[in-house]
């Protein structure tokens, strides 16, 4: 199984940055899709930006021009560049993989980063 640990969050001030990280403990190249998710407070989890093997990426409405996901197969690492962050961008942030075993597609998820938004 993938076994996903991301990095990178804290409080910022609106309009301020940070940069998330999941590293991957198998090689990214050879993963589907990899995914993150937010989750705010008595919200459901939803997904805010994802990259898949192809290259191509999406995001959430309400971050795009904001947010950018990118991949480093080199370290087998993720990234989710937050910029001009608002307030509503508060919550925890979950990396996701989706793979391939056996014919049988899959997911992984990692533990979550907590990231709060605020003066």
């Known amino acids: 199984q993938v076994q996903l640990a991301e990095s990178g969050g804290g409080l910022v001030q609106p309009g301020g940055s940070l940069r998330l990280s999941c590293e991957s403990s198998s090689s990214i190249s050879s993963l589907l899709s990899m995914n993150w998710y937010r989750q705010a407070p008595g919200a459901e989890r939803v997904l805010v930006a994802a990259?898949?093997?192809?290259?191509?990426?999406n995001y959430q409405d309400s971050v795009n021009g904001r947010f950018t996901i990118s991949r480093d197969n080199a370290k087998n690492t993720v990234y989710l560049q937050m910029n001009s962050l608002k307030p509503e961008d508060t919550g925890v942030y979950s990396c996701?993989?989706?793979?391939?075993?056996?014919?049988?597609?899959?997911?992984?998820w990692g533990q979550g980063t907590q990231v709060t938004v605020s003066s």
């Open positions: 996701n993989a989706i793979y391939m075993r056996s014919g049988v597609t899959l997911a992984s």
């Open positions: 990259a898949a093997r192809n290259g191509n990426t």
